[in-house]
């Protein structure tokens, strides 16, 4: 009597299982691809420690949280059961008293459908919002808050207070090394305000005219001041101060496109300073 009375609730309730059973494998096909992990299955023994097994139990968030959400699932199985069942045990205690067995299998039949029905209404909502919460977390695990964002910029470029201040720091050191040149050269050429550089030439060291000094505004003008002092000649021509400043670094020669237009100023400043020499000497020899 048992097996006839259960079988044909096992019969109506295999196909919503098996149905289940299938949307879950396309579910999870879709959301990562066809994968078979054989690494959760290889023996372990530290799955074995109980120390760890038991900290992973009662000293973890996720543990708890899961647990919850199964105690709500619990919780409305029964609220759906115990509304499905009362809605169908008049029927059923009526259908007992006149002891018609067929009637009473398709009653109980009607119970079981509506109750699959009800509750897999109400499970695939509460899916749908476990879905949506779990990418939300993890969407929000996976961003990162402004101060790690600083943190991890200054790990692995370096903080940038410090390295403002140390290229602040080397580009005092290179305006007081090139104000320190500036009397060791042959001229200064400007444009005449905004820029101001500093050549000199020594064939016995050099195989090229080489900048020893350049700026522009008020270092450009500190460049002057100081060349004045010196009695080094300043040479206004700014296409060849513009070239110098833009394509010549720093103590370097400079290319063979601007020979011909430093030669020039050279050979000026050269012949500038025989005549004053002539001048010294005829001023002597008087």
């Known amino acids: 009597l048992f097996f006839v009375a259960v079988l ?5 309730i295999a196909p919503f299982l098996f149905l289940a059973f299938l949307i879950a ?15 959760s299955l290889e023996p372990k023994f530290t799955k074995l420690n109980p120390v760890s097994g038991f900290k992973n139990i009662f000293f973890n968030m996720k543990t708890y949280f899961e647990l919850g959400k199964n105690i709500v699932k619990v919780l409305i199985l029964g609220l759906v059961a115990f509304v499905v069942f009362k809605d169908h045990i008049p029927t059923l205690l009526t259908l007992c008293a006149m ?3 067929f009637a009473i299998l398709h009653e109980f039949g009607k119970l079981i459908m509506d109750f699959i029905i009800k509750a897999g209404i109400l499970f695939l909502v509460i899916a749908g919002a476990d879905y949506m ?18 943190d991890e910029y200054k790990n692995t470029e370096g903080d940038p207070h410090v390295k403002g201040a140390l290229r602040q720091k080397r580009m005092q050191m290179l305006q007081q090394s090139m104000m320190n040149n500036v009397p060791n050269a042959d001229f200064v050429t400007t444009n005449p305000t905004h820029i101001a550089v500093a050549v000199k030439y020594n064939p016995e060291e050099m195989n090229a005219p080489r900048v020893l000094a350049k700026g522009t505004e008020l270092f450009a003008k500190k460049i002057v001041e100081i060349a004045k002092e010196h009695n080094i000649p300043v040479v206004e021509n700014p296409p060849v101060a513009r070239a110098l400043f833009r394509f010549v670094e720093v103590n370097k020669e400079i290319p063979p496109e601007l020979y011909k237009a430093v030669a020039e100023i050279l050979i000026f400043v050269y012949n500038l300073h025989k005549d004053n020499k002539k001048e010294v000497n005829k001023n002597a020899s008087i």
Do not use: H
């Not at 044909?8 to 109506?12: A, C, E, H, N, Q």
């Not at 494998?25 to 690494?39: E, H, N, R």
């Not at 919460?133 to 600083?150: A, C, G, N, P, V």
């Open 8 to 12: 044909p609730t096992v019969l109506i």
């Open 133 to 150: 919460f779990t990418r939300w977390k993890f969407l929000k695990d996976q961003k990162m808050s402004f101060k790690e964002i600083k």
């Open 25 to 39: 494998i396309i579910g999870d096909f879709f959301q990562v691809g066809p994968l078979f992990a054989t690494k």
């Open 99 to 101: 002891e018609n067995t």
